[in-house]
């Protein structure tokens, strides 16, 4: 059998020129990896270089080697893992391009380990998930939450 994994959700996060990278968000993906509240699949970071204009790429150094964001920013756009999220492949080399000098972009992927258990529940009860998603703030704001 399979082993059951929580949903896999991939985030773009821009940043403008100028921001400070204090190690916040690093440190929140830690305590939450450490609670294991999300496992880390994948992580790219884009800067585009103030002065020389150059995208400058770090990658997630992961189990594998090579990336999975790193797959739909090099790969053709009819590859594969692009069908895999929502976010396709173009998308992440569109966001790239768009850098302006100075500023960056995070993605990364990862999965919401919290919801191992309510996987299992709905395989074992022979449930079959057929749409899932996050609201924006707009849209929680909306309905009231």
């Known amino acids: 059998m399979p082993e059951i ?21 690093a440190e929140q993906i830690d305590r939450l990896e450490r609670a294991n509240t ?7 970071f884009l800067r585009r270089d103030e002065s020389t204009g150059a995208l400058v790429r770090t990658d997630y150094d992961g189990p594998d080697g090579a990336g999975r964001v790193t797959t739909l920013l090099d790969g053709p756009a009819e590859n594969g893992p692009a069908s895999a999220f929502r976010l396709t492949a173009d998308d992440v080399r569109e966001a790239a391009d768009a850098l302006d000098p ?19 529940a709905i395989i074992d009860t022979d449930g079959v998930p057929f749409a899932e998603g996050f609201l924006a703030p707009e849209a929680v704001a909306a309905i009231g939450g």
């Open 38 to 44: 999300i496992r880390v699949l994948d992580f790219v």
């Open 5 to 25: 994994t929580g949903p896999v959700q991939i985030l773009a996060v821009g940043f403008r020129a100028g921001a400070r990278f204090e190690g916040r968000i």
């Open 102 to 120: 100075g500023t960056s972009a995070g993605f990364i992927i990862f999965e919401h380990v919290w919801a191992r258990g309510l996987a299992q």
